[in-house]
């Protein structure tokens, strides 16, 4: 990982499910170290916070919307929808 000079140490004791899930990790070579298996179960954690808090703040921005903005917002949904029927993502 990108903060291997900046990391800090970490003395805790952890239940015997998540020590194993950790080595297994490492065993599975989807991590190089326990500290490293710690950082992307960590990583994995935050974006999933951070997909809830998303959803949770998109949902609280249309359900505040006046009739109007609702519309244009529909409006554009529409003529995104439009538009990238015409793309062809496969292309560079």
């Known amino acids: 990982m990108g903060d291997v000079l900046r990391r800090k140490k970490l003395s805790t004791t952890i239940g015997a499910n998540s020590y194993a899930y950790l080595h297994n990790m490492v065993k599975a070579g989807k991590a190089e170290s326990v500290g490293e298996a710690v950082d992307k179960a960590v990583g994995l954690a935050c974006r999933l916070d951070n997909r809830a808090r998303l959803e949770r703040q998109t949902a609280a921005y249309f359900k505040g919307l006046t009739s109007q903005a609702a519309a244009e917002e529909t409006d554009l949904e529409d003529a995104l929808s439009i ?10």
């Not at 538009?83 to 292309?91: K, N, P």
Request: proline share 10%.
């Open 83 to 92: 538009a990238s029927q015409e793309m062809d993502f496969d292309q560079p």
